[in-house]
């Protein structure tokens, strides 16, 4: 029997995968234009993702889909896109450097792409797992690429990021199959508990497919993967680990949540991140190893929602939404302010900073304020307060609770590292008749792309503009 | 939701809204202005900071035509709060926020002293610029202060009243880190993570109840809004801590002293004038009017508090070396008072501790210009090096001399009035503990005279100290940032009235539910 395949469904699938295409065929045609053809097609995704039609389904069988159209789906596949193009930006200026071959660079990234696009349309188990596959597989290649030995750490990194994903994805795989064993449901929407004699097995499967996602968005204990792989890749491909990689688990997470009772997992995963991530935060000295504990936390407060079940799915993606945004500018500035192949440096190579390159610094403060939760980081503020609404509607008032002290403790990092942008000059020892010009001299203000400042003004613009109108999230959200 | 709430007209629902958005464009475009023109920006800053206050004083003289008798009932039978200015427009209906703006007579004296503040402050900072930053973005700072503390006082939104109270943070913060002085990032660090700490528990009691209610709305929310009693006394308890460490209120107090010490001359002004009022407003708007039954229960429990704090305070006070650290622990003896009476939670009680607000805010606002302008020239704020100032220095003693015994309450100065009313309004409920909690606070209050006599005793009298030689005349700029102060300082206590003239309909219908 043949299979109607409703092709306007999978539009932005088609748009994705073309984008890759298109990346390898200008590589190997042209040998440029590559990050050009990534940023247009991940441009044509994003249209394509609004242009398919609303509801529209294929690969089903009966009611139940492996491929479902919904707003939250476009939106998330726009994010994805969105995600993907500013850090083919932000990686010009190391691309240019040599750091990496271009087109392999743009292939793999427009490639997990793909897989982003997928993970955001899933339909079942497996097309899921599959599309959380193609998001990192490209991943584990894009840490270690690099020709020269410039970054001893890459290698490492590189590994470790593919083992622990590998088992991941094993755990997944197998939670799935057991669940499937005991109820043969793998369609989302059908998902349940189980009953009977295969209650248990179906409770265990389902714990581990959360352990396995879990994993994905480096959830407390399954975290220990993410600082050495962060600090050991480029920092653009750290910005797309700690963003697109993170929603695609996200995403994974608050499929199974909703439909299967997995609330006290949840919650413990929750708060052992948020704490655990927000405390090793603190003792930090390298600029992306606090951004990547850092993250770990924001995981903390994306999950705990999904803690209540299919109630505070809403909550979580909205969270993860702003979050993203958030993280993307942070990344974003911290690379920009580097300069082209470097690492993150340590946080003393930060000192200052805002007071050289005062966008920047502008930038960076929005982005830290945000993940903070206070203003002028709206879109961060609201983003904790619906995490909080959720939480307390469910009545869960403690979750809620650990959630706010967490704030507190956060922001105790997120200041030092602002307050070290404007920190004064410190005399050097020797005596100077100007310390402010001997550091400048020292310490040169490094030249940011247009490309590169492109993408952070969109991004900020964008984070401005959803800090003063978050409404239009919540709506398509909701939807 | 309305946009026009009845009854008020288009040209105060515009200066009501002007009155946000004139500081948050002056921050803006101070903040933009090329940094070579940094006295330029300032002059700027200066000029929007004062059409703010005439917008602000336009607010409170253009007269509405609102009807306040009858047509807003709320859920209980209680006296409606009617704002005399409203705005209300739909913000984010999924959490529920409204940008719902208005002013009455709890609201506007706070409203005018923070606009009065913020531009004495800002043409102080035309003149004299701390050390550590440009004056320009701490101009331009001062004016997202402005934006923060206004907003928080009018708001009339609980999650919009949270996100004003939040504004105010991170620039506080940059204020003390960037312009303080030698332990400044200690200091700031404290103040930052203290009044988060207080801030996500105002967080947690703001979605408490309004998760319970289904509504932000402090108009329908004032008078409990039939919040079962375990709902008021959780929001209560949360409430309470969150704006005991704004006020801040004994044991919480930690942060401020230190956060005064070390913050410029400006920073400390609008820190003790308006910002430490946003805690004790929030406890009257919020605490009392929101959860009136938890108020009720922890009226006691505030009010030993609000006695330890006025003992306390007192005590250290006479302790202290340092003429800040000084000032500073005395607006915890000051704030408790006004806690005090919050606590008795009767009309007469929330009255004295607006006026207390107000009487705070002017008097410690000039204690700490003119503890500034005795560092700035001495060079120290150590009491034992300074000494004999009005041998050097006798106008500048002569003005020290009048804030400090305008703090102390001297009747008919406007110290007075929020403490004596405090201690009557004890006495007034009558039992056993609280009579005992009006005389502990009168010790307290005596108390306070023996440590600002002993200040003037130290700074003032005796021989001239090597320190205090030299002084500069007070310059003109000091003048115009002083003398409405001073003048502020005479008005309210001769006419106390002025800050309490609308204040009798909102205030009952706060504590009607409480009765």
Redesign the interface.
Known sequence: MTQAVNHAALLPLYAAAGTALLVLIADLAFARFQVLAGVLGAAATAVCAVAAPDRAATFCTGDLCSWVVTPRAALLSVLFAALTAGVLALSVPTLREGYAPVGEFAFLLTCSMTGGVVVAYAGDLITLIVGLETLTLPLYILVGLHRRRANPAAAPAAVTFFLISVVSTAVASLGAALLYAATGALHLSELTGGAGRFAHLATVGAALIVIGFAFKVAAVPLHAWAPVTYDGAPVPVATYLSTASKLGGVIALAAVVQRLDTGLVVAVLAVLTMTVGNLVALRQTRMVRLLAWSSVAQAGYIIAPLAVGAAGVEAAFAYAVFFVLLEFLAFGAVAALRGPGTDGGTLNDFHGAGRRDKWLGAVLVLAF?GLAG???G?AG??A???V??SL??AGW?WL??VV??N??IA??YY??AT?LL?A?VTPVGIGVVDPELLHRATHPRVPVPAVVTAALVIGAVAAVALGFA??PI??IL?R | MTMNPPGVSGLLQVLLIAVLVVPAVGALVVALLPARSDRGSRLVATGFAAVTFVVSLALVLTPSQRDFGWFRYTATDAIPVVPFAEVDLAWVPRLGIDFHLGIDGISYPLVVLTALLTTLCCAYTVWKVPEGGSGRTLAALMLVLEVGILGTFLALDLVLFFIFFEVVLLPMYAVIAGWGGVRRREAARKFVLYTLFGSVLLLLGVITVVVAAGTADMLALAGGFGLSRTTQYVAFTLFAIAFAVKAPLWPLHTWLPDAHTEAPTVGSVILAGVLLKMGTYGLVRVGVGVAPEGAAAAGPVLGILAVAAILAGSLICLRQTELKRLIAYSSVGHMGFVLLGIATGTAAGIQAALIGNIAHGVITGLLFFLAGAIKDRGHTGDLADLGGLRETAPRLAGLLGFAAIASLGLPGLAGFWGEAFAVVAAIQRGSALWITLAVLAAVGGALTAVYFLRLLRRVTHGPATPAVTGFTAIARPEWLAWSPLILLTLVVGLVPALVLAASADPVAALTGALR
Do not use: M
Request: glycine content about 6%; cysteine-free; charged content about 15%.
């Open positions: 304020a206070l203003p002028p709206l503020l609201f904790k307060v619906t909080v609404e307390i509607t008032g809620a609770g706010a002290l704030a507190v922001l105790a200041v030092r307050a404007y004064r978050p409404q919540f709506d909701a």
